[in-house]
Nanobody
Framework: QVQLVESGGGLVQAGGSLRLSCAPSGRTFSSYAMGWFRQAPGKEREFVAAISRSGGNTNYADSVKGRFTISRDNAKNTVYLQMNSLKPEDTAVYYC?????????????????WGQGTQVTVSS
């Protein structure tokens, strides 16, 4: 069993920055790929970014490419999502997820464990 706890969400003005953190527990952190997803009110959960077990491979949704950066520190058992140049359309609940079977994935159904989410609100 893996438990994921996100932190770092909040309210920020457009153009600002936030850094989300996710600290899994329960299994060896370096044994699974990690992803960030988000869900806005009335919309489906969507892929934001993913990172491989070693951190050597990353992938981003087109909507955040160049503004968001996913990274991981396997020594600290933490994955991060640095979000810069935030826009009102980035407002959503952000979730981290762990994937034991793939190098990384953009699909929600391929992730094995999910956090409870952290709210990010970007005001215009």
């Amino acid at each position: 069993q893996v438990q994921l706890v996100e932190s770092g969400g909040g309210l920020v003005q457009a153009g600002g920055s936030l850094r989300l953190s996710c600290a899994p527990s329960g299994r060896t952190f370096s044994s699974y790929a990690m992803g960030w997803f988000r869900q806005a009110p009335g919309k489906e959960r969507e892929f934001v970014a993913a990172i491989s077990r070693s951190g050597g491979n990353t992938n981003y949704a087109d909507s955040v490419k160049g503004r968001f950066t996913i990274s991981r520190d396997n020594a600290k058992n933490t994955v991060y999502l640095q979000m810069n140049s935030l826009k009102p359309e980035d407002t959503a609940v952000y979730y981290c997820a762990a994937d034991f079977h793939n190098m990384w994935s953009i699909y929600t159904y391929e992730y094995d464990y999910w956090g409870q989410g952290t709210q990010v609100t970007v005001s215009s």
